[in-house]
């Protein structure tokens, strides 16, 4: 006997019919209507059927930090981007074994967000060591994973999609999160700084070394442009004298190349207090025929998190903004974006 989803219609009738339904529903409401429902509903021929029928939705997906405790933790939501006003909906929390605070990064393929390495939380610790894990959020089935960790644990490094695959270059071994060095040099030391770069393929869950990076930068971004990862940061030179530097990954040569900078003012000199604060990550590069302007912060995880992040003190205020939560103080940075 075939089976059915709604009495007296076809299997394939009935996905149409649960295809057109807004998505906030499927997770909510439709899968708890029997085991039968939430299986289609989490499909793949359920989501194909909404493509086919042009009524995909794009979600915006973003990361909410909060304190329980004392300790700082990591909240998603995810809202209906064509809605204005739309409601954000609470994802379920992060699995035990990966719950950055600080430093990570985020990137999206298809329909699965991917949260990569960062720090996790440590009592009475002031400084973390970065985590090579990697977690996963399904959009379509609603649900976290963990697979296969990078080969060098890292925090605030450069992360791109590089024709479907996911690109991680720099970063640092461990994040100070305590009172700084009174000369301000801790910051600035090159063995905290990570040189290699991997590649994970999603297809073979794998992750794969490539070359170094020429340098050891410090305040590395990244982003991806004409399907090349571009990475900057801050070369220190020794006696306080700094150098912004950008590199690309030439696939075709395997080797890691410097770009020429344009309209940049060496720095030297500065000094590590509020009134001369680092460098900013922000910079114009010429690269081919053109020039990428600005690679920013956008990319790159804040204190805590990235992506979106939003500062609040408690949970009853991540309760409090509910459908008012893209109005909160601080939510400026590019969130994360998934089409189903």
């Not at 990697?134 to 890292?154: H, I, L, P, Q, Y």
């Not at 030391?189 to 040189?195: E, I, Q, S």
Request: aromatic content about 10%.
């Amino acid at each position: 006997m075939e089976e059915t989803l709604i009495p007296g219609l076809p299997y394939d009738v009935s996905l149409q019919i649960l295809a057109r339904v807004p998505r906030q529903f499927y997770s909510q409401s439709m899968s708890k209507v029997s085991l039968s429902w939430r299986e289609a509903v989490t499909s793949r021929a359920l989501f194909a059927q909404r493509k086919c029928l042009q009524v995909t939705e794009s979600w915006v997906y973003t990361a909410v930090v909060c304190e329980r405790g004392n300790r700082p933790y990591i909240l998603w939501f995810a809202r209906n981007a064509a809605v204005e006003d739309s409601q954000w909906w609470p994802l379920p929390l992060m699995r035990e074994e990966h719950r950055p605070i600080c430093g990570f990064s985020c990137a999206v393929i298809d329909e699965l967000l991917f949260v990569i390495g960062g720090c996790e939380w440590r009592t009475n610790c002031t400084n973390f060591p970065a985590t090579n894990k990697v977690s996963v959020f399904n959009a379509r089935t609603n649900r976290w994973s963990c697979v296969e960790g990078m080969k060098d644990a890292r925090a605030n490094f450069a992360c791109g999609v590089v024709n479907g695959k996911l690109f991680v270059a720099g970063g640092n071994k461990s994040v100070d999160v305590g009172t700084e060095n009174s000369d301000g040099m801790e910051e600035f030391t090159d063995c905290n700084c990570l040189k290699s770069a991997e590649i994970y393929d999603p297809s073979t869950k794998k992750w794969a070394g490539v070359g170094n990076l020429i340098h050891a930068m410090h305040f590395i971004s990244g982003r991806v442009e004409d399907g090349k990862l571009l990475v900057c940061g801050i070369v220190c030179e020794g006696d306080l004298q700094f150098r912004e530097v950008a590199e690309v990954w030439e696939e075709t040569e395997m080797r890691w190349v410097q770009l020429h900078r344009e309209s940049l003012t060496d720095i030297s000199m500065f000094e590590m207090d509020d009134d001369h604060p680092p460098p900013s990550r922000g910079m114009e590069i010429q690269y081919e025929s053109g020039v990428i302007t600005s690679l920013s912060d956008s990319c790159q995880p804040e204190f805590y998190g990235n992506n979106g992040l939003i500062e609040m003190e408690n949970e009853e205020e991540v309760n409090y903004f509910g459908d008012g939560l893209c109005e909160c103080e601080g939510y400026r940075q590019a969130c994360l974006v998934i089409t189903l």
